[in-house]
Protein backbone atom coordinates (compact mmCIF):
# COMPACT_ATOMS: atom_id res chain seq x y z
CA UNK A 1 0.00 0.00 0.00
CA UNK A 2 2.81 2.01 0.49
CA UNK A 3 6.09 2.33 -0.31
CA UNK A 4 9.08 0.33 1.91
CA UNK A 5 11.22 2.66 3.88
CA UNK A 6 9.41 6.07 3.57
CA UNK A 7 7.15 7.63 5.62
CA UNK A 8 4.07 9.25 4.31
CA UNK A 9 1.61 11.27 5.46
CA UNK A 10 -2.10 8.95 6.17
CA UNK A 11 -5.30 10.64 5.72
CA UNK A 12 -7.41 12.12 8.25
CA UNK A 13 -5.26 14.33 10.29
CA UNK A 14 -4.06 16.64 7.90
CA UNK A 15 -6.22 19.73 9.97
CA UNK A 16 -5.42 19.08 13.01
CA UNK A 17 -2.45 20.32 14.47
CA UNK A 18 -2.18 17.97 17.59
CA UNK A 19 -1.76 14.71 15.96
CA UNK A 20 -0.46 13.62 12.76
CA UNK A 21 -0.44 9.62 11.31
CA UNK A 22 1.96 8.32 9.31
CA UNK A 23 1.97 5.08 7.46
CA UNK A 24 5.29 3.11 6.84
CA UNK A 25 6.66 -0.33 6.75
CA UNK A 26 3.47 -1.46 6.79
CA UNK A 27 2.82 0.47 10.16
CA UNK A 28 0.47 2.95 10.80
CA UNK A 29 2.21 5.53 13.76
CA UNK A 30 0.42 8.57 15.12
CA UNK A 31 2.50 11.39 16.46
CA UNK A 32 1.05 13.23 18.93
CA UNK A 33 1.30 16.87 21.26
CA UNK A 34 1.70 16.86 24.41
CA UNK A 35 -1.68 18.50 24.94
CA UNK A 36 -2.84 15.20 23.02
CA UNK A 37 -1.23 13.20 25.35
CA UNK A 38 -3.04 14.18 28.42
CA UNK A 39 -6.47 13.34 26.61
CA UNK A 40 -4.47 9.70 25.60
CA UNK A 41 -3.39 9.08 28.97
CA UNK A 42 -6.92 9.61 30.08
CA UNK A 43 -8.50 7.65 27.28
CA UNK A 44 -6.46 4.42 27.86
CA UNK A 45 -7.11 4.48 31.74
CA UNK A 46 -10.91 4.76 31.33
CA UNK A 47 -12.82 1.46 31.46
CA UNK A 48 -15.49 1.84 28.38
CA UNK A 49 -11.53 2.51 26.24
CA UNK A 50 -10.41 -1.23 27.19
CA UNK A 51 -13.96 -2.51 26.76
CA UNK A 52 -14.14 -1.39 23.16
CA UNK A 53 -10.45 -2.18 22.78
CA UNK A 54 -10.63 -5.71 23.76
CA UNK A 55 -13.99 -6.25 21.22
CA UNK A 56 -11.89 -5.09 18.52
CA UNK A 57 -14.50 -1.99 17.70
CA UNK A 58 -11.84 0.57 18.75
CA UNK A 59 -8.44 0.29 17.05
CA UNK A 60 -6.19 -1.58 19.10
CA UNK A 61 -3.10 1.33 19.82
CA UNK A 62 -0.18 0.68 21.76
CA UNK A 63 1.95 4.11 22.98
CA UNK A 64 5.58 3.62 20.89
CA UNK A 65 8.97 4.89 22.60
CA UNK A 66 11.13 7.37 19.97
CA UNK A 67 13.89 4.87 19.64
CA UNK A 68 10.98 2.38 18.65
CA UNK A 69 10.41 4.70 15.31
CA UNK A 70 11.02 3.26 12.32
CA UNK A 71 14.14 4.28 10.82
CA UNK A 72 13.16 6.03 7.63
CA UNK A 73 11.46 8.38 10.26
CA UNK A 74 13.17 11.65 9.81
CA UNK A 75 13.96 14.32 12.77
CA UNK A 76 11.33 16.81 11.45
CA UNK A 77 8.74 13.87 11.73
CA UNK A 78 10.21 12.98 15.42
CA UNK A 79 9.25 16.45 16.63
CA UNK A 80 6.12 15.08 18.30
CA UNK A 81 5.77 15.01 22.09
CA UNK A 82 4.74 11.27 22.11
CA UNK A 83 3.60 8.44 19.15
CA UNK A 84 1.36 5.77 19.25
CA UNK A 85 0.68 2.93 17.05
CA UNK A 86 -2.80 1.63 15.66
CA UNK A 87 -3.27 -1.80 14.55
CA UNK A 88 -3.51 -1.51 10.74
CA UNK A 89 -7.15 -1.98 8.71
CA UNK A 90 -6.90 -4.22 5.94
CA UNK A 91 -8.71 -1.99 3.91
CA UNK A 92 -9.50 0.80 4.34
CA UNK A 93 -12.90 1.89 2.76
CA UNK A 94 -15.13 5.06 3.18
CA UNK A 95 -18.49 6.40 3.76
CA UNK A 96 -19.18 6.53 -0.08
CA UNK A 97 -18.32 2.70 -0.82
CA UNK A 98 -21.05 1.38 2.36
CA UNK A 99 -24.39 0.12 2.15
CA UNK A 100 -27.21 1.55 4.32
CA UNK A 101 -26.92 -0.97 7.12
CA UNK A 102 -22.87 -0.16 7.55
CA UNK A 103 -23.58 3.04 7.54
CA UNK A 104 -26.22 2.44 9.99
CA UNK A 105 -24.16 0.11 12.22
CA UNK A 106 -21.37 2.93 11.91
CA UNK A 107 -23.40 5.23 13.49
CA UNK A 108 -24.67 3.49 16.31
CA UNK A 109 -20.98 2.59 17.43
CA UNK A 110 -20.55 6.18 17.25
CA UNK A 111 -23.57 6.97 19.87
CA UNK A 112 -22.55 4.10 22.12
CA UNK A 113 -18.58 5.06 22.04
CA UNK A 114 -19.96 8.52 23.00
CA UNK A 115 -22.81 7.58 25.33
CA UNK A 116 -19.96 5.06 27.35
CA UNK A 117 -17.26 8.22 26.94
CA UNK A 118 -19.33 10.76 28.57
CA UNK A 119 -19.81 8.21 31.33
CA UNK A 120 -15.80 8.80 32.64
CA UNK A 121 -15.95 12.46 31.88
CA UNK A 122 -14.94 12.06 28.67
CA UNK A 123 -16.27 13.37 25.05
CA UNK A 124 -15.53 13.13 21.43
CA UNK A 125 -14.81 16.48 20.18
CA UNK A 126 -16.14 15.59 16.26
CA UNK A 127 -18.66 13.47 14.86
CA UNK A 128 -17.22 12.81 11.22
CA UNK A 129 -17.77 9.26 9.14
CA UNK A 130 -14.35 9.29 8.35
CA UNK A 131 -13.07 8.76 11.67
CA UNK A 132 -14.91 4.86 11.09
CA UNK A 133 -13.43 2.03 9.06
CA UNK A 134 -14.56 -1.38 8.60
CA UNK A 135 -12.67 -4.42 9.09
CA UNK A 136 -14.56 -6.74 7.75
CA UNK A 137 -18.47 -6.50 8.17
CA UNK A 138 -17.22 -5.33 12.04
CA UNK A 139 -17.25 -1.21 11.92
CA UNK A 140 -14.05 0.14 14.11
CA UNK A 141 -13.40 3.49 15.19
CA UNK A 142 -9.50 4.90 14.43
CA UNK A 143 -9.40 8.24 15.23
CA UNK A 144 -8.17 8.17 18.66
CA UNK A 145 -7.32 12.02 19.02
CA UNK A 146 -11.14 13.07 18.93
CA UNK A 147 -11.76 11.29 22.40
CA UNK A 148 -11.04 14.41 25.26
CA UNK A 149 -11.53 14.98 28.41
CA UNK A 150 -15.05 16.46 29.48
CA UNK A 151 -14.72 19.75 30.98
CA UNK A 152 -18.03 21.02 32.65
CA UNK A 153 -20.01 23.30 30.75
CA UNK A 154 -18.56 21.96 27.17
CA UNK A 155 -20.48 21.71 24.66
CA UNK A 156 -21.16 18.71 21.74
CA UNK A 157 -19.25 20.90 19.31
CA UNK A 158 -20.21 17.21 17.09
CA UNK A 159 -23.78 17.32 17.11
CA UNK A 160 -24.60 18.84 13.61
CA UNK A 161 -21.33 16.84 12.10
CA UNK A 162 -23.13 13.72 13.41
CA UNK A 163 -26.21 15.22 11.65
CA UNK A 164 -24.63 15.93 8.04
CA UNK A 165 -22.73 12.94 8.41
CA UNK A 166 -24.92 10.04 9.80
CA UNK A 167 -28.20 10.95 10.48
CA UNK A 168 -29.53 13.54 7.65
CA UNK A 169 -27.70 10.27 4.86
CA UNK A 170 -29.52 7.60 6.69
CA UNK A 171 -32.85 9.51 7.05
CA UNK A 172 -32.94 10.55 3.10
CA UNK A 173 -32.24 6.47 2.26
CA UNK A 174 -34.66 5.45 4.32
CA UNK A 175 -37.47 7.70 3.87
CA UNK A 176 -36.67 9.18 0.08
CA UNK A 177 -34.57 6.39 -0.82
CA UNK A 178 -32.18 8.74 -2.04
CA UNK A 179 -28.62 7.01 -2.09
CA UNK A 180 -26.01 9.67 0.03
CA UNK A 181 -22.82 7.74 -1.62
CA UNK A 182 -22.69 10.25 -4.36
CA UNK A 183 -23.06 13.14 -2.22
CA UNK A 184 -20.18 12.52 -0.17
CA UNK A 185 -18.39 11.34 -3.04
CA UNK A 186 -19.35 16.05 -3.98
CA UNK A 187 -18.98 17.11 -0.31
CA UNK A 188 -17.11 14.97 2.15
CA UNK A 189 -18.53 17.70 4.99
CA UNK A 190 -22.32 15.56 3.98
CA UNK A 191 -25.42 16.91 4.30
CA UNK A 192 -26.26 20.19 5.04
CA UNK A 193 -29.81 20.46 7.68
CA UNK A 194 -30.97 22.57 4.93
CA UNK A 195 -30.47 20.39 2.39
CA UNK A 196 -32.13 17.31 4.15
CA UNK A 197 -34.98 19.68 4.92
CA UNK A 198 -35.38 20.28 1.33
CA UNK A 199 -36.02 16.83 0.38
CA UNK A 200 -38.27 16.44 3.21
CA UNK A 201 -41.96 16.76 2.79
CA UNK A 202 -44.40 17.68 5.12
CA UNK A 203 -45.87 14.23 5.70
CA UNK A 204 -41.73 13.49 6.46
CA UNK A 205 -41.86 16.70 8.95
CA UNK A 206 -43.94 14.52 11.46
CA UNK A 207 -41.73 10.87 11.62
CA UNK A 208 -39.86 10.69 14.68
CA UNK A 209 -36.95 12.96 15.21
CA UNK A 210 -37.62 14.88 11.41
CA UNK A 211 -39.24 18.06 13.28
CA UNK A 212 -36.00 18.67 16.01
CA UNK A 213 -33.22 17.34 14.15
CA UNK A 214 -34.21 18.39 10.55
CA UNK A 215 -36.35 21.36 10.28
CA UNK A 216 -35.34 22.90 13.30
CA UNK A 217 -32.05 22.65 12.97
CA UNK A 218 -32.39 23.94 9.38
CA UNK A 219 -34.06 27.23 10.58
CA UNK A 220 -31.28 28.14 13.37
CA UNK A 221 -28.86 27.44 10.81
CA UNK A 222 -30.30 30.11 8.84
CA UNK A 223 -30.73 31.81 11.70
CA UNK A 224 -27.51 32.58 12.53
CA UNK A 225 -25.92 32.93 8.85
CA UNK A 226 -25.42 36.29 9.96
CA UNK A 227 -24.80 36.49 13.55
CA UNK A 228 -21.28 37.20 15.49
CA UNK A 229 -21.80 35.35 18.36
CA UNK A 230 -19.84 32.23 19.05
CA UNK A 231 -22.33 29.19 19.39
CA UNK A 232 -19.61 27.09 21.22
CA UNK A 233 -18.09 29.80 23.66
CA UNK A 234 -21.82 30.87 25.14
CA UNK A 235 -22.85 27.37 25.75
CA UNK A 236 -19.45 27.08 27.09
CA UNK A 237 -20.41 29.89 29.73
CA UNK A 238 -24.01 28.22 30.07
CA UNK A 239 -25.25 25.70 32.19
CA UNK A 240 -25.16 22.77 28.85
CA UNK A 241 -24.68 19.98 31.33
CA UNK A 242 -23.28 16.42 30.72
CA UNK A 243 -27.35 14.72 30.95
CA UNK A 244 -28.71 17.19 28.61
CA UNK A 245 -25.88 16.10 26.02
CA UNK A 246 -26.39 12.41 27.25
CA UNK A 247 -30.39 12.85 26.84
CA UNK A 248 -29.66 13.98 23.02
CA UNK A 249 -27.29 10.94 22.46
CA UNK A 250 -29.96 8.85 23.60
CA UNK A 251 -32.48 10.31 21.39
CA UNK A 252 -30.15 9.89 18.47
CA UNK A 253 -30.08 6.50 19.18
CA UNK A 254 -33.21 5.64 19.21
CA UNK A 255 -33.80 7.82 16.31
CA UNK A 256 -31.04 6.16 14.21
CA UNK A 257 -32.47 2.37 15.20
CA UNK A 258 -35.22 3.12 13.69
CA UNK A 259 -34.21 3.61 10.49
CA UNK A 260 -34.62 1.03 7.36
CA UNK A 261 -34.11 0.98 4.02
CA UNK A 262 -35.42 -2.48 2.83
CA UNK A 263 -36.27 -2.51 -1.47
CA UNK A 264 -37.93 -5.86 -2.19
CA UNK A 265 -35.03 -6.26 -5.15
CA UNK A 266 -33.06 -4.53 -7.78
CA UNK A 267 -31.80 -5.52 -10.87
CA UNK A 268 -29.36 -8.03 -9.28
CA UNK A 269 -30.06 -8.42 -5.94
CA UNK A 270 -31.71 -12.34 -6.94
CA UNK A 271 -28.88 -13.05 -9.46
CA UNK A 272 -27.73 -16.33 -7.62
CA UNK A 273 -31.44 -17.46 -7.58
CA UNK A 274 -32.00 -16.35 -11.88
CA UNK A 275 -28.40 -16.70 -13.29
CA UNK A 276 -28.65 -18.23 -16.71
CA UNK A 277 -26.45 -21.48 -15.53
CA UNK A 278 -28.20 -24.61 -15.26
CA UNK A 279 -26.79 -26.77 -11.94
CA UNK A 280 -24.18 -27.96 -14.27
CA UNK A 281 -22.63 -25.43 -15.46
CA UNK A 282 -22.65 -22.97 -12.17
CA UNK A 283 -21.31 -26.10 -9.86
CA UNK A 284 -18.82 -26.47 -13.03
CA UNK A 285 -18.10 -22.66 -12.59
CA UNK A 286 -17.34 -22.91 -8.60
CA UNK A 287 -15.23 -26.19 -8.96
CA UNK A 288 -13.27 -23.63 -11.78
CA UNK A 289 -13.00 -20.78 -8.60
CA UNK A 290 -11.99 -23.58 -6.14
CA UNK A 291 -9.50 -25.28 -7.67
CA UNK A 292 -7.66 -22.13 -8.54
CA UNK A 293 -8.17 -20.73 -4.99
CA UNK A 294 -7.03 -23.58 -3.66
CA UNK A 295 -3.71 -23.62 -5.02
CA UNK A 296 -2.18 -21.87 -2.40
CA UNK A 297 -3.07 -18.93 0.78
CA UNK A 298 -3.40 -15.70 -0.87
CA UNK A 299 -3.20 -12.49 0.97
CA UNK A 300 -5.36 -9.91 -0.29
CA UNK A 301 -8.02 -11.30 -2.83
CA UNK A 302 -11.02 -9.29 -4.96
CA UNK A 303 -14.37 -10.13 -6.22
CA UNK A 304 -15.37 -7.65 -8.70
CA UNK A 305 -18.99 -7.94 -8.79
CA UNK A 306 -19.69 -10.46 -6.25
CA UNK A 307 -23.23 -10.13 -6.40
CA UNK A 308 -24.37 -11.46 -2.82
CA UNK A 309 -21.22 -13.43 -2.22
CA UNK A 310 -20.75 -16.88 -3.21
CA UNK A 311 -17.97 -16.63 -4.64
CA UNK A 312 -16.27 -14.02 -2.15
CA UNK A 313 -16.54 -16.89 0.20
CA UNK A 314 -14.93 -19.57 -1.74
CA UNK A 315 -11.89 -16.99 -2.33
CA UNK A 316 -11.97 -16.50 1.67
CA UNK A 317 -10.95 -19.92 2.53
CA UNK A 318 -7.75 -19.11 1.07
CA UNK A 319 -7.60 -15.74 1.35
CA UNK A 320 -6.29 -13.54 4.11
CA UNK A 321 -8.23 -10.61 3.66
CA UNK A 322 -11.25 -10.37 0.99
CA UNK A 323 -12.64 -7.24 -0.74
CA UNK A 324 -16.26 -7.64 -2.20
CA UNK A 325 -17.28 -5.22 -4.88
CA UNK A 326 -20.71 -4.48 -6.81
CA UNK A 327 -22.55 -1.82 -8.60
CA UNK A 328 -25.66 -2.85 -6.69
CA UNK A 329 -26.13 -1.84 -3.49
CA UNK A 330 -29.20 -4.15 -2.67
CA UNK A 331 -26.63 -7.59 -2.86
CA UNK A 332 -24.02 -5.85 -0.69
CA UNK A 333 -26.58 -5.19 1.86
CA UNK A 334 -27.77 -8.65 1.51
CA UNK A 335 -24.29 -9.58 1.51
CA UNK A 336 -23.16 -7.24 4.80
CA UNK A 337 -26.30 -8.88 6.80
CA UNK A 338 -25.17 -12.45 5.77
CA UNK A 339 -21.78 -12.13 6.99
CA UNK A 340 -23.00 -10.19 10.16
CA UNK A 341 -25.20 -13.52 10.90
CA UNK A 342 -22.58 -15.70 9.26
CA UNK A 343 -19.51 -14.98 8.95
CA UNK A 344 -16.99 -15.01 7.70
CA UNK A 345 -15.10 -12.42 9.44
CA UNK A 346 -12.49 -11.33 6.39
CA UNK A 347 -14.94 -10.34 3.71
CA UNK A 348 -15.22 -6.62 3.53
CA UNK A 349 -18.36 -5.93 1.22
CA UNK A 350 -18.05 -2.67 -0.88
CA UNK A 351 -20.81 -0.71 -3.61
CA UNK A 352 -18.37 -0.09 -6.13
CA UNK A 353 -19.08 1.26 -9.49
CA UNK A 354 -15.75 0.56 -11.71
CA UNK A 355 -17.17 3.10 -14.16
CA UNK A 356 -17.33 5.92 -11.40
CA UNK A 357 -14.96 4.81 -9.32
CA UNK A 358 -14.00 6.57 -5.75
CA UNK A 359 -11.80 9.75 -6.60
CA UNK A 360 -8.75 10.99 -4.41
CA UNK A 361 -10.39 13.50 -2.54
CA UNK A 362 -10.13 15.64 0.18
CA UNK A 363 -7.40 18.98 0.83
CA UNK A 364 -4.67 18.73 -2.39
CA UNK A 365 -6.95 15.07 -2.85
CA UNK A 366 -4.36 13.26 -0.18
CA UNK A 367 -6.91 12.46 2.40
CA UNK A 368 -8.98 9.71 0.58
CA UNK A 369 -7.69 7.50 -1.65
CA UNK A 370 -8.10 5.68 -5.09
CA UNK A 371 -8.99 2.12 -4.84
CA UNK A 372 -6.05 1.16 -6.37
CA UNK A 373 -3.84 3.01 -3.49
CA UNK A 374 -5.28 1.03 -1.20
CA UNK A 375 -3.46 -2.02 -1.20
CA UNK A 376 -3.08 -4.87 -4.04
CA UNK A 377 -4.35 -7.65 -4.46
CA UNK A 378 -2.66 -11.39 -5.15
CA UNK A 379 -5.68 -12.43 -6.84
CA UNK A 380 -9.03 -10.76 -8.26
CA UNK A 381 -11.88 -12.69 -9.55
CA UNK A 382 -13.82 -11.05 -12.35
CA UNK A 383 -17.29 -13.19 -13.01
CA UNK A 384 -20.26 -11.70 -15.20
CA UNK A 385 -18.36 -8.36 -15.10
CA UNK A 386 -16.26 -7.82 -18.51
CA UNK A 387 -19.60 -8.07 -20.66
CA UNK A 388 -21.03 -5.11 -18.54
CA UNK A 389 -18.07 -3.05 -18.77
CA UNK A 390 -17.72 -2.94 -22.04
CA UNK A 391 -21.11 -3.37 -23.80
CA UNK A 392 -23.25 -1.18 -20.88
CA UNK A 393 -19.76 0.82 -19.38
CA UNK A 394 -18.88 1.47 -23.03
CA UNK A 395 -15.25 0.78 -21.58
CA UNK A 396 -12.71 -1.20 -24.79
CA UNK A 397 -12.12 -4.48 -23.75
CA UNK A 398 -8.52 -2.86 -24.40
CA UNK A 399 -8.49 -0.86 -21.58
CA UNK A 400 -10.23 -3.39 -18.96
CA UNK A 401 -7.45 -5.84 -19.72
CA UNK A 402 -4.81 -3.08 -19.34
CA UNK A 403 -6.37 -1.72 -15.92
CA UNK A 404 -6.38 -5.28 -14.57
CA UNK A 405 -2.67 -5.79 -15.86
CA UNK A 406 -1.72 -2.85 -13.83
CA UNK A 407 -1.83 -5.10 -10.23
CA UNK A 408 0.30 -7.62 -11.52
CA UNK A 409 -2.04 -10.40 -10.50
CA UNK A 410 -3.68 -13.25 -10.75
CA UNK A 411 -6.79 -13.21 -12.67
CA UNK A 412 -9.83 -15.32 -12.65
CA UNK A 413 -12.16 -14.09 -15.37
CA UNK A 414 -15.38 -14.95 -17.33
CA UNK A 415 -15.83 -14.13 -21.27
CA UNK A 416 -19.20 -14.23 -22.70
CA UNK A 417 -19.50 -14.39 -26.28
CA UNK A 418 -22.07 -12.93 -28.68
CA UNK A 419 -24.42 -15.91 -28.70
CA UNK A 420 -24.88 -15.92 -25.11
CA UNK A 421 -28.60 -14.51 -23.94
CA UNK A 422 -26.85 -11.90 -21.53
CA UNK A 423 -25.01 -10.32 -24.57
CA UNK A 424 -27.62 -10.60 -26.81
CA UNK A 425 -29.68 -8.42 -23.76
CA UNK A 426 -27.32 -6.22 -23.63
CA UNK A 427 -26.75 -5.29 -27.65
CA UNK A 428 -30.71 -5.10 -27.45
CA UNK A 429 -31.33 -1.81 -29.60
CA UNK A 430 -27.52 -0.43 -29.56
CA UNK A 431 -25.33 -0.64 -32.25
CA UNK A 432 -22.88 -3.96 -32.27
CA UNK A 433 -19.67 -1.44 -31.94
CA UNK A 434 -17.60 -3.46 -30.09
CA UNK A 435 -15.95 -6.27 -32.82
CA UNK A 436 -13.04 -7.08 -30.25
CA UNK A 437 -15.44 -8.42 -28.10
CA UNK A 438 -14.90 -12.61 -29.34
CA UNK A 439 -12.91 -15.13 -27.89
CA UNK A 440 -10.32 -14.46 -30.64
CA UNK A 441 -10.19 -11.06 -29.74
CA UNK A 442 -9.68 -11.39 -25.70
CA UNK A 443 -7.35 -14.09 -26.13
CA UNK A 444 -5.41 -11.39 -28.30
CA UNK A 445 -6.23 -8.76 -25.96
CA UNK A 446 -4.93 -10.52 -22.85
CA UNK A 447 -1.70 -12.23 -24.59
CA UNK A 448 -0.09 -8.67 -24.13
CA UNK A 449 -0.30 -8.84 -20.17
CA UNK A 450 -0.74 -12.33 -19.47
CA UNK A 451 -0.07 -16.05 -19.93
CA UNK A 452 -2.94 -18.50 -20.16
CA UNK A 453 -2.90 -21.29 -16.73
CA UNK A 454 -5.98 -22.37 -17.57
CA UNK A 455 -8.53 -22.13 -19.97
CA UNK A 456 -12.42 -24.13 -19.64
CA UNK A 457 -15.98 -23.98 -21.70
CA UNK A 458 -18.55 -23.65 -19.11
CA UNK A 459 -21.43 -22.87 -21.56
CA UNK A 460 -20.62 -24.26 -24.90
CA UNK A 461 -19.88 -21.55 -27.79
CA UNK A 462 -21.14 -19.21 -25.19
CA UNK A 463 -19.31 -18.63 -21.84
CA UNK A 464 -15.29 -19.93 -20.80
CA UNK A 465 -13.29 -19.17 -17.93
CA UNK A 466 -9.66 -18.67 -17.83
CA UNK A 467 -7.27 -18.28 -14.80
CA UNK A 468 -4.32 -15.88 -16.47
CA UNK A 469 -0.73 -15.26 -14.66
CA UNK A 470 0.75 -11.81 -15.16
CA UNK A 471 3.87 -11.75 -17.79
CA UNK A 472 7.22 -10.99 -16.17
Known amino acids: MMNEGKSHRESGS ?35 YKNYASRGQVIPTQVLAKEE ?21 PFVSYAYEWCFGMLKDAALLHLDLMESALREKIILK ?10 GHKSVFIDLPSFEVYEPGMPWVGFRQFCQHFLY ?32 SFRDKFRKGVFSLVYLQSKLVASLGD ?20 S ?17 RSEWSDYTKTHSYNDDCFEQKCSFVTEVVNERQRGLAWDIGCNTGHFSRILAKKSDYVVALDIDELSIQ ?33 ERHALEDRGKPELILCLA ?36 DMVQKLLLNRVDQYPEFTIEGFESIADAHFTVKKKEEIMPGKRFLYHLQPRG
Open 169 to 200: PLMLQSYKDISFKNWFKGNIEGITPQECNQML
Open 14 to 48: FRDRNNQVYAVDGRIIRGISSAARVHWEALEKSKF
Open 334 to 366: RLYDSLKKDGPDHILPLVFDLTNPSPPIGWRCK
Open 126 to 135: DATVFNMQFQ
Open 248 to 264: NVRKLKKVVRQLEWAPA
Open 385 to 420: LVHHLVITGNVPLAEVMDWLASFGSEIIIEMLTKDD
Open 227 to 246: SKRSIVSEAADSDFGLEIIL
Open 69 to 89: LPASFSDEEKHWDSFLEHERI
